[in-house]
């Protein structure tokens, strides 16, 4: 069973005073190379996560809906700091994720995904046409890549917005194989910013990349899983 928790005002000194929500642990693609190793596993988050997805601090699906809702109208929503889109392991759940869309319309909103997109099975090609369909509404779902050069693979699709895992010295600003430009997140470069001041992750028509720097005490691992040696 999927689960879900919405804080209504994250205490996360990264994301700053905002919304921000938690998918269990089973909406994770096992395809993801940081399957089982991603920052949510490394990090303090990962008690919190353990609780949404074990049921002692998740929701179905309708309460977590029900409560997004209710959130001030304009405000911020920064969807799963961990967790992925509905939709257990490879796929998207499009019946959940048009109800997600719909309650979060007077939102600014925002979010990452690492279900597969690239090739022709069946669950990349209705992956790719649902988060196409999410960000024409106004839902900024960012393609999570794991290198620069992925990035790039990603970013010619042309359906969504992209963010991609660089090396933790990677600079500032750069370029990708391809030429296009990226920009390291700013809560990573600017020691007072947060995502409530910096938003760049809901601007889903933007042609250059966002950057995270692989962080934690598993960085080199996370570099050399994501192929950023």
């Not at 905002?18 to 998918?23: F, G, H, M, R």
């Not at 699906?61 to 967790?83: D, E, M, Q, T, W």
């Not at 209705?126 to 369909?133: C, H, P, V």
Request: net charge positive; with cysteine; charged share 20%.
């Amino acid at each position: 069973m999927q689960l879900f928790h919405l804080s209504e005002r994250s205490e996360n000194v990264k994301t700053g005073p905002i919304a921000t929500s938690y998918s269990s642990m089973n909406t994770c693609p096992k395809s993801c190379a940081l399957y089982n190793k991603c920052y949510g596993y490394v990090t303090a988050a990962k008690y919190h996560w353990y609780k949404v997805s074990d049921g002692r601090n998740g929701f179905p699906f309708a309460h977590f809906i029900k409560r997004v809702k209710a959130l001030p109208k304009g405000s911020s929503f920064r969807i799963n700091v961990c967790g992925d889109l509905p939709g257990v392991n490879l796929s998207i759940n499009g019946r959940m994720l048009n109800s997600l869309i719909n309650a979060t319309n007077h939102l600014t909103r925002w979010t990452y995904t690492h279900k597969p997109v690239i090739g022709r099975s069946p669950i990349a090609r209705s992956n790719r046409a649902l988060i196409k369909f999410a960000n024409q509404r106004g839902f900024a779902v960012n393609l999570s890549a794991d290198n620069l050069t992925m990035a790039d693979k990603y970013l010619k699709m042309g359906i969504a917005p992209v963010v991609s895992i660089v090396r933790h010295d990677a600079p500032e600003r750069g370029f990708t194989p391809k030429g296009t430009r990226y920009i390291t997140c700013p809560a990573q470069t600017r020691e007072t910013m947060t995502c409530a001041r910096c938003r760049l992750c809901a601007f889903k028509d933007r042609k250059y990349i966002i950057a995270f720097r692989a962080h934690a005490q598993n960085k080199g691992r996370i570099e050399e899983l994501t192929g950023n040696t």
